[in-house]
């Protein structure tokens, strides 16, 4: 019997879900899935406690449940209902939560507050992420041949030069070599795990909760130090819901449930299961589950792991600068498509440079991976804390959920996050400190220059004339107008843009039809159709001209005009000429606002950042640029 128009239909969808499940296997899960690697060693290896029995079941329990909680129930199954229109990540999530309070000024600073915070630390761990899972791949060598224990750096950090080498050729092309790496490395990881369960299978005693309970009363203090290494199984989390816009939630949920889960329970347990007969296991127990003549192929895919789980925090840096830059909270910066198919896939230069010299930095600052493990759980804990916090606001504003219902689901996510967060605090002068301060000079420039722009904007709308008395006395008095059309750049419509008095006092003409053009950014990641585009008239062809674009989107403006004929306006790019007053920004201490060291920082981070005609893809002959001094 032939197939109907419904099988093939499913058939079809079938297989292109099958498609996204397994390239979001390669992009999405290589930081949670170089887990194995380190976790186990820094949990019971590096806090000076024997690994005994009782510890061993203990600490599986622990990661069994964390998870389960954390990762299949917290992000996979609750934050990831919480897509703004597809995208996640936390600031698309931040962007959700204000939206959903939007009339009040305090709650939205306070939502911004939490988003900012958030983003910081996960710069942190876009930084450690690839220092920690490189060192830990290479550190193989040691358990392969001790003598090779002085080229562990250098061979690290040719990896790393190599790996940010290869950005600015985007994800694409590295892409295709991921999905079949990852599923090899996971498959190998069950293989491995299963060898030493089938030998000992008391270690599935661990599944009981009880062990995991009984461990916290049995070591205390000690157990609760343990806490910032099982954290170690959870790193990826964020980047999972991070990279949700790539490939869907329902791809990542199965890729999740049906085969990533399975396997990194099953190797951790094998771990547990080795550890549990030969206790000397623990100075590398992931290196010591392989036979030993297979010791160096597992170190090469290992290292081919660890530099997909790299790449994935590297592009996730990306993405979310693109965000941060259209919400407002961050400088301009030039932005490389290195697709054409996916407009997600983006290559920002500055910040590969930037997470280069700070990945270099980590690894020869800590020089082993134990060192890094103190300062990766903060990154990841702090980062996980600020998304349940605004998980919770959209659940409670956007889904309308009861109190009772908030408070019960808060209460047991915020008591793990906050555990963990704790544990690892208590690791802040052993490394913690380094994503911190990394985390509070980001969030310290994010906050300047989103005060800063607010403040120049306040300023050129104060200072403005207003645009209707103008508009009037020009049909009054007409000055000479000569053919084209000119564009102003401007925030406010309600005043006559300063490129445009320039031009009239000393020029003395204007041209035959002016428009104010202002551009919005939006808290969607797409503008709506209808929302796009905004045309007022205000009378002797002067008009108003508003332009919407999502977070997600890149601003072309040439590109918007020729669609502006919609609206009943035709734009001969030939003939249109664009003015744009640039601002040169000046600190005053006298004017209240913001401390002096922000004004100056504000200042030079105006200096540097992208003009904005490039940002917006004006070309360059039909741009005139004129100064504008502003003191905040």
């Known amino acids: 019997m032939g197939m109907t128009h419904q099988d093939e239909l499913r058939n079809a969808h079938g297989k292109k879900l099958a498609t996204l499940a397994l390239g ?128 562990i750096l250098p061979i690290c950090l040719v990896i790393l030069l190599a790996l940010f080498a290869i950005q600015r050729h985007g994800t694409n092309l590295v892409g295709k070599a991921f999905a079949p790496v990852m599923c090899v490395w996971f498959v190998v990881l069950a293989v491995l795990g299963i060898h030493q369960i089938v030998m000992h299978p008391q270690v599935l005693l661990a599944l009981n909760p009880a062990y995991g309970v009984a461990f916290f009363i049995d070591h205390g203090k000690q157990a609760f130090i343990a806490l910032g290494g099982v954290v170690l199984a959870l790193t990826g989390g964020e980047a ?117 010299v700070l990945v270099v930095l980590a690894v020869l600052g800590f020089r082993s991976s134990n060192n890094l493990g103190a300062a990766y759980g903060i990154a990841v804990t702090g980062t996980m804390t600020m998304t349940t916090l605004l998980a919770l606001v959209v659940a409670k504003r956007r889904w309308n959920w009861n109190w009772p219902a908030v408070i019960i689901v808060g209460a047991i996510f915020l008591v793990v996050d906050l555990a963990f967060f704790g544990a690892n605090a208590l690791k802040i002068a052993h490394g913690g400190w380094f994503p911190l301060v990394l985390g509070v000079v980001i969030f310290a420039v994010m906050t300047t220059w989103r005060r800063g722009r607010d403040l120049v904007v306040r300023e050129i709308k104060q200072s403005g004339l207003a645009l209707e008395p103008f508009v009037a006395n020009i049909a009054d008095h007409p000055p000479l107008r000569v053919p084209g059309t000119a564009v102003f750049l401007t925030a406010n419509q309600n005043a006559v843009p300063h490129a445009m008095l320039h031009n009239l006092k000393h020029n003395k003409v204007l041209h035959e039809r002016n428009v104010l053009l202002t551009v919005e950014m939006l808290e969607t990641p797409v503008a709506e159709h209808d929302e796009r585009m905004e045309l007022i008239d205000y009378g002797g062809e002067f008009y108003g001209l508003q332009l919407r674009y999502g977070f997600a989107e890149d601003p072309n403006i040439p590109l918007s005009l020729t669609r502006a004929s919609a609206l009943g306006m035709d734009f001969d790019m030939m003939d249109t000429t664009f003015f744009l007053s640039r601002e040169n920004i000046v600190a005053d201490a006298r004017r209240p606002g913001m401390a002096l060291w922000r004004d100056k920082l504000f200042a030079f981070l105006a200096r540097n950042a992208l003009p904005a005609t490039a940002f917006f893809q004006i070309p360059g002959n039909r741009l005139i640029e004129l100064g504008a001094q502003v003191e905040i």
């Not at 899935?33 to 590096?46: I, N, R």
């Open 24 to 151: 979001a296997i390669g992009v999405v899960f290589g930081d949670i899935g170089t887990s194995p690697l380190y976790t186990m060693k820094e949990t019971l290896g590096t806090h000076g406690m024997t690994p005994h029995p009782t510890a061993v079941l203990g600490v599986l329990s622990l990661i069994f449940w964390s998870l389960l909680i954390v990762i299949s129930l917290k992000y996979v199954t609750f934050v990831m209902r919480a897509d703004n229109k597809g995208e996640g990540g936390i600031m698309a999530l931040m962007a959700l939560a204000q939206r959903s309070v939007a009339g009040s000024a305090r709650a939205r600073w306070v939502l911004a507050a939490i988003g900012i915070f958030g983003a910081s630390l996960f710069y942190g761990d876009g930084v450690i992420t690839p220092a920690m899972s490189v060192l830990s791949a290479v550190e193989g060598l040691e358990v392969a041949a001790p003598d090779l224990d002085a080229w």
């Open 240 to 356: 999972l819901y991070a990279d949700m816009g790539h490939f869907g939630k329902r791809p990542i949920r199965i890729a999740w449930f049906g085969f990533v889960l399975p396997a990194l329970l099953i190797n951790y347990f094998g771990q547990g299961a080795l550890l549990l007969h030969d206790q000397t296991a623990i100075e590398n127990p992931f290196y010591k589950l392989v036979p030993e003549n297979l010791l160096y192929p597992m170190v090469a895919l290992s290292t081919a792991a660890a530099v997909i789980a790299s790449q994935a925090v590297i592009s996730g840096a990306f993405s979310m600068t693109r965000e941060a830059m259209q919400l407002g909270y961050s400088p301009r910066m030039a932005v490389v498509h290195t697709s054409r198919e996916m407009s997600g896939q983006i290559f920002v230069p500055w910040i590969n440079r930037l997470l280069l």
